[in-house]
């Protein structure tokens, strides 16, 4: 089936979001579509699938103009989408979810999923998809929760598969049998939109990649494209793809976490015995696929979780039952994963969310009096020393761009000298060019003296800063390696295998490979 999109534009308010897009997928092509977030990707896809409707422009499917009202016109003409963040039903079987919407009936009204059940098991079997029809979805892992959306799409006779970020959630052993599956799909003449940001994926599986920036195409290239020239095309400029750092020379220890259990409200241990160590002067990365306990360990070292036993020492200060602003006062610089929820507030000002964690204290204030002037001296350095893209620092944070908002939360937490600096997700959503300038400047802190925890999903991230990483399955620690491993021995120990078992394993792959 081929597809065909015509001068498709997508206006919010004055927000152009889409601006006069053109793209054709032709049949059995797997087309990339690449660009930061916020670039418009998923905005265009979401007009494609009919979630929006165009503000301009068509939609051509074998070359016949349609109109899609809503989804279901879209899977109608034979489109189906897989989102980033999964439509699934935790507690409805593989069966269930896959017939929702879609309901056949036996008589008297009763649900018949026996039909659905024979298609699951046919499609999981011609992709070796192994999907059981009633296993419930909550229970499965998070990769084969993403087949049964593709099971789902294909179910419903898909010709066109839209993959939304779909690697975001997945460990590097999911993330390669995806590509495989993407490859087959293709095999079978199916036309796939592979929506990412990351470069490395696009390029392994793209027959032609269409780039996105600020909502218009800035040009096509072929897989081949070197890495720069595709990183040049999303933000506009050249940047280095590589950093370059110094070899850490870490310190006495100077962060400790002992025995540290964190619990749910429903008693379930989220964080379950972690222990490690922090020296001054080194980078210790929390590597793990999102949801197996690093947002409840950071919380819990800032002191923003309930439940929670060990020991958490700070220059041999226990930091464990402190309120989050005594925690913050003992030196604890936090960049939290949600920037715009957690990180800043959207309706402050840039000059006022720069001090947000001292707005209290000298020079800003003294007594119940706050010194606009310094607010205000001190908000035109950070600006210019973090190259943040603003129209004043009056201006309200919510309406930066992702980067520039991460920048201004980076450089709150860095202005003040630390005793321990923790980044979580530091550069998600971030354009490759932000990404560059955060990373130097988190090494720069490295290279102060000041223990550094870095949380982060992106396996090529933990690699480019750790000098160690520790990897965390199930809210357990599976183990603390080098920040030279490789992604084979990474990817083994973010599944579930303790580290030596997975160093083991990795060598003998290598080894057979050889």
């Known amino acids: ?21 053109d793209l054709v997928v032709e049949p059995g092509q797997v087309h990339s579509l690449l660009g930061e977030n916020g670039a418009g990707k998923s905005t265009l896809m979401n007009v494609l699938y009919g979630l929006y409707d165009p503000t301009e422009g068509e939609i051509l499917v074998n070359d016949r103009p349609v109109t899609f009202r809503g989804p279901g016109d879209a899977m109608a003409a034979g489109i189906g989408m897989v989102h980033q963040h999964f439509m699934l039903v935790p507690v409805f079987t593989v069966a ?23 298609r699951i098991r046919q499609i999981s079997d011609q992709y070796g998809f192994d999907v059981d029809p009633d296993a419930v979805v909550e229970d499965l892992p998070v990769g084969v929760q993403q ?61 032609i990649i269409t780039v996105v920036r600020r ?17 040049s095309l999303m933000v506009g400029r050249s940047v280095s793809l590589t950093l370059q750092k110094e070899p850490a020379r870490p310190g006495e220890v100077s962060f400790s976490v002992k025995d540290l259990v964190v619990q749910a409200a429903n008693g379930q241990r989220v964080v379950d015995g ?18 197996n306990g690093q947002t409840e360990l950071t919380e819990a070292i800032l002191g923003l979780q309930d439940h929670v036993h060990g020991s958490i020492l700070l220059e041999g200060q226990e930091l464990l039952g402190r309120k989050v602003k005594d925690v913050i006062r003992a030196g604890v610089g936090f960049v939290p994963e949600d920037r715009s929820v957690e990180g800043l507030v959207g309706s402050f000002s ?39 893209r603003t129209q004043s620092a009056a201006a309200a944070a919510g309406t930066l761009s992702g980067g520039n ?18 980044a979580s997700q530091p550069t998600r959503g ?85």
Request: charged share 25%; glycine share 8%; no cysteine.
């Open 1 to 21: 089936m081929k597809l065909e999109l015509k001068g498709i534009t997508k206006r919010f308010g004055t927000l152009v979001a889409n601006d006069s897009i």
């Open 96 to 118: 269930e979810n896959v017939a929702l919407g879609n309901e056949a009936t036996k008589a008297g009204g009763m649900l018949n999923l026996q039909d659905t059940r024979t």
């Open 147 to 207: 087949r049964v959306e593709i099971i789902k799409a294909l179910v419903r006779d898909a010709e066109v598969l839209i993959l939304d970020e779909p690697t975001a959630v997945l460990t590097p052993k999911e993330t390669d049998e995806l590509l495989g599956i993407m490859g087959q799909l293709k095999a079978d003449g199916k036309s796939i939109v592979f929506i990412s940001h990351k470069l490395r994926e696009v390029k392994a599986v793209s027959d």
């Open 215 to 231: 909502g218009k195409v800035v040009g096509t290239a072929d897989p081949g494209a070197p890495t720069t020239e595709l990183a």
């Open 274 to 291: 972690l222990s490690f160590d922090v020296a001054r002067g080194e980078i210790l990365a929390i590597a793990g696929v999102q949801g």
């Open 350 to 388: 840039v000059a006022e969310n720069l001090i947000l964690n001292r707005y209290d204290q000298a020079p800003f204030a003294r007594g119940l009096s706050m010194s606009s002037a310094v607010i205000e001296k001190n908000a035109q350095e950070k600006i210019a020393e973090y190259d943040v």
């Open 405 to 422: 908002q991460q920048k201004v939360v980076m450089a709150r937490e860095l202005s003040r000298p630390l005793k321990l600096f923790i």
């Open 430 to 514: 971030v354009d490759v060019g932000s990404i560059e300038f955060l990373h130097r400047r988190i090494v720069a802190e490295r290279d102060s003296g000041t223990p550094v925890i870095i949380v982060s999903t992106e396996l090529d991230e933990v690699l480019e800063l750790a000098d160690r990483i520790a990897v965390l399955y199930r809210g357990r620690l599976m183990g603390i390696v080098p920040g030279a491993v490789s992604r084979d021995v990474l990817g083994l120990m973010m599944a579930g295998m303790q580290g030596d078992e997975a160093l083991a394993q990795a060598n003998n792959i290598q080894g057979e490979k050889q």
